[in-house]
């Protein structure tokens, strides 16, 4: 019985194997050479992780341990290719306090910032992009430009729209940053000032 079995299971195999070069043969891959090489790589490194586990339905679990421990040994491999920002010589001093979360920065002062993006959906249906710089030194936030995405811009003033690159950069040359604690008070402090 359990012979019978395994070789009803080998037929399939040998099957499965002729119906695979007979569909590659029909319907070739066409996409570019790297883009297969990639897709080939992910397969390769998914069956490496030893406790991915597919359910029949097609979801995936895998052990976060094991997860933790690539991600660490990924980053240790690589870690030549991360350059750290440049930390400013003096404390975070703010200048003044406009409320009792946000502090005013000088704008003479060095500013290493991270680009922090987040979005809030309006009552009306509508929803702002809102661009926000993190500082590395403090870790608090300022929300340096916006954009709605609706039918009409009548919830913002035009000069919200358009191209945020040029924004933020206005923002770093003509405004005096007022920084907050969490994204959501920058991002409250950008709508009240409209």
């Not at 570019?32 to 029949?56: C, G, H, M």
């Not at 975070?92 to 003479?108: G, I, K, L, R």
């Not at 003033?157 to 959501?184: C, K, L, M």
Request: aromatic share 8%; glycine share 6%; hydrophobic share 40%.
């Amino acid at each position: 019985m359990i012979v019978g079995a395994c070789l009803t299971q080998i037929r399939l195999g040998m099957m499965l194997k002729v119906l695979k070069r007979v569909f590659n043969v029909l319907h070739p891959d066409r996409r570019p050479d790297w883009e297969q090489k990639r897709e080939r790589e992910f397969i390769k490194a998914a069956n490496s992780l030893k406790t991915l586990r597919v359910t029949p339905e097609g979801g995936m679990s895998i052990d976060p341990e094991e997860l933790r421990e690539q991600i660490v040994t990924s980053r240790e491999q690589l870690k030549h290719l991360v350059h750290k920002p440049r930390i400013p010589s003096g404390p975070f001093s703010p200048v003044a306090h406009q409320e009792a979360s946000s502090s005013v920065e000088s704008p003479d002062g060095a500013l290493d910032c991270i680009e922090v993006v987040a979005w809030r959906r309006l009552t009306s249906g509508a929803a702002v992009r809102y661009t926000c710089l993190q500082r590395v030194s403090t870790g608090r936030f300022v929300v340096a430009a916006a954009s709605l995405f609706s039918g009409g811009t009548e919830s913002l003033p035009p000069w919200v729209d358009g191209n945020i690159n040029r924004q933020v950069a206005s923002a770093f040359q003509n405004r005096e940053f007022h920084w907050y604690a969490t994204v959501g008070e920058a991002m409250d402090a950008w709508d009240a000032a409209l």
